[in-house]
């Protein structure tokens, strides 16, 4: 029997205030444990929480731009339980009046497939603490840093049907948050993280099955990994006659498999009632109405524009949007040498190549585009070919903003060399020297013009023009 995979997602954000949701904590990420904290957040006796208004606005602009319908007054609730990490025993969180609801979003998989994935709700909340476990694994520590860290959750609908489609769902709400500036969905860091929820059932059955939840799953290799795990072990499970518990499971991505944890609970499991530190809050058409006019220019938009006024392709246009941080450095690079698809060559060619070759983010970039934008200029003249330029990129990526782009040439003597003598010198000295490569080029085998343009161009350290070097082999060639 075939089965489909039906999976909703809950994503937790952490929101870029420089302060805690209901104090005046620092949200800076590390520090040692438990430096970041003080009493409210770590819910001492007689302290009252105030309610950091950043918060909302951070939130509600995640809510327009995922279409939500935005509660004009909503509330937060207590969400009661017990666990090493919670040092007040409860989360301020919202259960019955989120403050958005009834929203969507357009997805696009690797694979081509476009579809909308629909938004149960949006709420705000607090972070919990973390749990530092020993190597041995015999003590855990608590670091309540995280305590009262600014977090929106979004809560989708089941319309996620593969591990494609959770992964694209991520990539869409990343890009977006880091336009709107709200968030930087920094998997590694904690910064964004997700639950998701899984069930199988037979292809054709519109039943859904009893699910289980996987939760704070923070790399994207780990949620594939762990729907793939999942799936499969529901599956097996069935086939042979067992039932799916509902319950909450652990990923372990070290050994690659999902661990219960504990039966799922409900609402009434965690005893909520309404926060009595807090009122009510009530949302104004004026915030709602300015958020709207003050979206930014996000990536679908940046992609179309890309295409119609610079002409490089959809599928690159996609890749530099991807991230706000490229697309900057595109559109100011452009600004300054007006040649957008140069930039576009080593913006994908070459920094994508790069960070993906040294781990680094793109928001860790430190290239002045000033200096890209004078790279670029002598990149498209006759002083340095292609690959010699492939060199002097590399040095300036990883350079400071003072590198001289003129002395490294000149240091390293990279400028083209377009002395016809010296290149025909060049030339004859590798005919003389591959006499039976010759005899191949005479017996009709003319693929072997590329060894004898390849070996030119290693004789003169990859400084021949290349354009010389060709006409003047040919020439040589047709002398034989």
Not at 13 to 22: D, P, R, S
Not at 184 to 196: P, Y
Not at 375 to 380: D, L, R, V
Request: contains cysteine; glycine residues 6%; charged residues 30%.
């Amino acid at each position: 029997m075939n089965y489909e995979i039906v999976m909703g997602l809950e994503v937790h954000v952490e929101l870029a205030t420089k302060t805690k949701i209901f104090c005046s904590c620092t949200t800076e990420f590390g520090g040692a444990p438990n430096t970041h904290c003080c009493p409210v957040c770590t819910g001492m006796p007689g302290t009252l929480p105030v309610f950091n208004k950043k918060v909302l606005e951070y939130a509600v602009k995640a809510g327009v731009a995922l279409n939500c319908d935005i509660t004009r007054y909503n509330k937060f609730d207590r969400k009661n339980y017990f666990y090493p990490d919670l040092p007040k025993a409860y989360q301020i969180s919202q259960l019955y009046l989120p403050f958005a609801k009834n929203g969507s979003i357009d997805i696009k998989t690797r694979s081509g497939l476009e579809k909308t994935i629909r938004i149960h709700e949006i709420h705000m909340e607090e972070d919990a603490g973390k749990l530092i476990h020993s190597p041995t694994g015999n003590e855990t520590f608590t670091d309540y840093n995280r305590c009262g860290v600014p977090l929106i959750e979004i809560v989708s609908e089941p319309d996620f049907r593969s591990a494609e489609d959770v992964i694209a769902y991520l990539e869409k709400l990343k890009t977006t948050f880091e336009y709107l500036g709200i968030s930087d969905c920094k998997m590694q860091e904690g910064s964004m993280r997700a639950d998701v929820n899984l069930s199988v059932r037979p292809n054709g059955s519109e039943k859904i099955g009893t699910r289980t939840e996987m939760k704070n799953i923070n790399s994207f290799k780990a949620i594939e990994r762990a729907i793939a795990f999942e799936s499969a072990r529901q599956i097996e499970l069935i086939e042979n006659g067992g039932e799916v518990i509902q319950e909450t499971r652990r990923w372990d991505d070290n050994k690659g498999l999902s661990i219960s944890m504990r039966s799922k609970e409900d609402a009434q499991d965690y005893r909520y009632f309404p926060e009595p530190d807090i009122p009510p809050i009530n949302i104004s058409e004026e915030l709602i109405e300015e958020i709207k006019n003050n979206q930014p220019e996000f990536a679908s938009a940046k992609v179309l524009r890309y295409v119609n006024d610079f002409g490089i392709t959809r599928a690159d246009a996609e890749i530099i949007a991807s991230s706000k941080y490229i697309a900057k450095i595109f559109e100011d690079t452009v600004a300054i040498c007006n040649e957008p698809k140069e930039v576009r060559y080593w913006i994908i060619n070459q920094i994508m190549y790069l960070m993906n070759d040294k781990g680094i983010l793109p928001e860790d970039i430190n290239l002045s585009c000033e200096k890209f934008a004078e790279f670029i200029k002598i990149a498209t003249s006759d002083r340095i070919n292609r690959p010699t330029a492939k060199t002097v990129f590399e040095a300036m990526f990883f350079a400071s903003h003072d590198f001289d782009l003129e002395k490294y040439i000149k240091d390293n003597g990279l400028e083209q060399v377009d002395d016809t003598d010296s290149i025909r010198e060049a030339v004859l000295g590798v005919l003389s020297a591959n006499p039976n490569t010759v005899k191949q080029y005479k017996n009709g085998q003319t693929k072997v013009v590329g060894f004898f343009v390849g070996q030119v161009m290693k004789a003169t350290q990859g400084k021949a023009k290349p354009d010389t070097v060709n006409k003047i082999v040919a020439e040589e060639l047709a002398k034989l």
